[in-house]
């Protein structure tokens, strides 16, 4: 595979213009059929080619500029997890995820992303050099693919993050680093600020949040990590990458402990309009990597795409099947919906759920759970019928 | 194009078995970036056949038996309306879209269902003869391209539908009718039951309702309509092609008159344990094709062949992705989320919504306006500014 | 006692006035602690006068035209039923209230109603002379203190309402019967049209809905009556009496098979602008005899009475302690809350319930049972644990 | 006045008993018709003493301890204040309020609490020595009247509330001290820890919260409270006195912000349910006076005293008109309501509002303006319809 001519993401950002991210491909793919939510593995790189590739391409036409290798969750360590009998190997896998990455981010101004995120060895509390063997061998893949850049994303804990950054900066390309924390820190109660600051000195240009709370959340996050970064007289690119759910009653967890995850998640899902808020509160915060994670489609990448479009100077290609605020609704059947053609209509809409018998706020399990706990100890058997039943009735006792 | 060697439709329904249809296209494309809400065209066929055929290969996987034409709207009289300017002639876009069909139909066990639908011309008071020639252009194309069977959806209103029933059954090709009405009847006042009789006898062999309505309002206007038929002493087949939004505060004309529609319908998507008590909800009401319209992704009909399977005796390809109830998730890293691994808690399950600003239900708009009132008369020049502006008006005087 | 030398309730009816009744004392009461829920019986009446006497003041402040005495399942069988130690008899208590009612409306323009509800003995299929009997031994009481008209109300069956209109038509007194049904009708499926008819061939001259239902579906029901009583070619005047409770949510029992009743409706209270248009609407509808059931405080007449001031040409006491629309708050401390003294601020506010873990509607208790079934004998001693245990048992399965 | 012979409250807190206080008159006495919102002055105790004395009762039965004199803003300059033209001077109608809440006292174990609260003159940044001559006035009635201790309650500054306490300290009557603020602090922003310092420092034996928030809110910021002390190596009593509003909406200054205040705040009421949970809550952080500010009315009052009758070792007056956890219920005509008559019925139901078209939280209005702001000054004069118009306009641009 040829080096991208493009100019890199660290140019990009340097010269202050947006990056857009791509939407969260389990989630998408797990709705198409491709995935299975659990495991969350990425083998239909190889097994379903079509479905992956066919999903870059919307994000692409929706406007991302980052395409980034699928590879969530793709270490051995994790392929191997929990009974999951896959017919693939993981460099196979992690191959065929750059292919399709590189392929699509080829039709367009695509730059490809090759991701690592937090492993199953970490939480059983292997050791560091156990833990970084792991990062470098999904790395040997990028490198040998020639990826233009790389993400460190998805860690609940800082200090697996700060390993990931090591292990990825030793390639020379560029490193972005992304938590899914909160506002109240890694799950072992270190800050946001903290977090970015210990990133940053292990070598990430680009700092940030993705996954586990919503795009306000998020945003606010990454705020506590650019003022701490700028408190200890750092200096750092910012991305966030948040989820398409509301989630205002999670805890430190995200939306892993609320009750809904991850099958009755619908009646959370951000609309277009929601998106609109979110790309323009992420860019006056400054932050110039922005995109999303589970939950995203291409509609809700568009809907980013199309806030930033004055300062990007230009509209993603899927707006010609959209109007700019609805306007395409100026030539539906209907004369009412017609009425509805119009910016201030849908941003002051509060739309409702049409489910009367729902609350509208979850309260959270809150196990309280995280690494060096027996519980969170992986293992590669499928739980058996006598573990799980000891975690219903924990549940239910709840 | 060769003839499917497949039962036909007909011959399963007759045999009892259950016949699963696909999910709405337009819905699911508009959210991918190839169609436009407003318009609602299917162009994308002809312009972008990799996406239209990604989604039939999807729905194909999720248990579908059926796969409808992508030919919503695409009347020529609905094509050349409202300034939507397409590069593609109405023929071309029907063709693509038999072709599109035929090829994922032959991937599995799939009939192609070519369709017609409700036109500009009707709702603008052309005559019979008018409104006929226009279903006559789309079923020439449907003829050559020989699809299996013809379904009318999407009617407001029973006359129009029986003159689309009476074109299609020249054909001498089984067809279905559908009618997007609710419990109320047609947008005339006309009963389920008498508008099922009409059908029945205008030569429809199936008779049902797709959109506008959320799945178990549909059931029961479905049972409204069979009750109709048996008491005329006359026999049909049932379907069903609901909505996947709940949409328990619409009034007779569905969820076109919800303040959400199109834009902000996110909080109302079904999951997917609701799809199986639909599922199971139609079957047991005598319905045998059973399907989605509006809203439903892959996911939403792999839960409808998941519920179903034990009638069925299998499961889907995209089951491989999928665990019973929820099962997949033994294998996930957080032993909550484990804990959730089991029908019972998904199924008692009352998800929230996480807009606590938002209510639970809407104030419908009732503008009250059909066929026959000018505020209906449909234009092929793009809505005015002006006309826009008494629109406006119009709706915030609500 | 003397008579009252007042223009009399059917005199004021005849002339068009607006007659503005009470609220519900049993709820009230039991909220102030002299009512208990369950047996709902009036001892209070001789046991704490002082108590009931300052209710009635309340409300007469409020603008109460009528105060009904405190004499709501006041009937010996009720009293003696389940376990309910009195320490005072029938007679007593009817007395009591008669004299606190009277006490009272002589402190301005109150008329004294003397009530008889619904009696256990009809539920537990008592023949019709048995039944009789028992209103009678209440009217005799009334007899004696002279009270200016009689109520029939709470009946969930048009056959008990009509026995009971016989009974208290021989006193030659003017007779209002007010049943506790909806839209579907009594229990027994008989239609509000119906059941007008019915009451008004039985005597009554006034007839309505009291209690069950919130105030715009009880203004509906009274509607149907008011269209079958003009259908039927006979003249009546109209009263409403409903709960100040919303009840969307509820079956053909009303608020009594909520599961919230009778201890958690506090989310359902009506405010008093729901009010002013509660008044407006059963104005509008031809409804002159207008006032409050469980769950109406004195505030929610009071704001029925400044909805008609209009009309009626005067303001209530209390009135001296109430702005228009809110315009007291002219004087509260803070600017923010005086510029809600308008209007419009609070005609349009859609109040929140502060309860974000809450539903909005509930899905009502359904055991379809009613006269005549067994589980609905009525028995003196207190239910036993056995008979409990089989109560508690089946609601759980539900 | 005779002093009582009881033992007083400070004897009962040391003594490790539980004193119960009583609910809110101003807003319990504006639904009976006798306080006006906006002024919320308290002239009905000279005006219609009946009612005070009634409501005074009523809390009494309900397991109250103490009897609050119907003082609140009854200072001087806050009855002269904004157009309220009174028949009565301050001296009168705190001497009533003195006579009233001792006469029901007798009745019972009850003490009678003397009671200050903020003043206009504060706000309007008057002197200290202005400020505390006005607390001086009220406190030469209470002196007079020899109420059986002092409690310097709803102030929203803490500087404001030491003035107070120094001056009420001066009596050598025990002297209680509550804030109207919630975690986040007094409207200066200072902790509640360090509020509580002050108060305690200022000679305040009892320090707590009062109104502005929800009762779990309150018991948090008490708690907050208690630590502060015990910090600082100090002792105090402590004392809660919430709303019966659920406020989880709220930001610092509490349910004044909320959109609905004060005449939509309907659906957040407590139900007594909720009051079971707050007294034991309230009990196990280690508070002794537990009892209720606006929105209580008796029953809220009887479900703590019932909540905590085990530790106190008997129920109140009042219970013999409840069974305990619904229990009466036992009694009621319908079988599927017995069925309700269990704790676990009621702990764990979650009520719905019956308003679907209502949100479940609201966006408070955030004026951010406090002491010191020119819009805070208060004027003895009535808004003017031109100074009202500019806050419409304000308000409305929100």
Known sequence: MAPSAKKGVLERLDAGEIVIGDGGFVFALEKRGYVKAGPWTPE?????????????????????????????????????NRGNKLTFTGAQINEAACDLAREVANEGDGLVAGGVSQTPSYLSCK??????AIFKKQLDVFIKKNVDFL????????????????????????????LCIG??????GVSPGECAVRLVKAGAQIVGINCHFDPMTCVKTVKMMKD???????????????????????????FIDL????????????????????????????????GGCCGFE??????VAEELAPERGFLPAASEKHGNWGAGLEMHTKPWVRARARRDYWENLKPASGRPLC????????????????????????????????????????
């Open 259 to 290: 009750p809904e995850f991850p099958f009755a998640l619908e009646p959370r899902i951000l609309s277009r309009w929601d998106m609109h808020k979110y790309a323009r509160e992420a860019y006056n915060a400054g932050i110039r990597f922005i």
């Open 228 to 254: 701490g970064v700028e408190k200890a007289g750092l200096k750092a690119h910012y991305m966030v990458q948040p989820l398409a759910y509301h989630t205002p009653d999670c805890g430190c967890q995200g």
């Open 44 to 80: 239909a790189a190889a097994e379903h080619p079509e479905a992956v590739r066919q999903l870059h391409r919307e994000f692409l036409r929706a406007g991302a500029n980052v395409m980034q290798t699928f590879t969530f969750y793709a270490s051995d360590d994790k392929l191997e």
């Open 151 to 178: 993400i460190a994303e998805y860690f609940e804990h800082v200090e697996e993050a700060e390993w990931a950054v090591q292990v990825l900066k030793e390639t020379g390309k560029p490193v972005a680093a992304s």
């Open 298 to 303: 291409p509609y809700h990448i568009r809907a």
């Open 183 to 188: 506002p109240q820190g890694d799950l072992h």
């Open 127 to 132: 050791s560091e050099i156990d833990v970084k």
């Open 359 to 398: 609350p509208s706020m979850s309260a959270p399990d809150s196990w309280g759970v995280t690494k060096g706990h027996t519980e969170l100890m992986q293992q590669k058997e499928a739980t058996t019928q006598d573990q799980l039943k000891v975690l219903f009735d924990k549940s239910k006792s709840h």
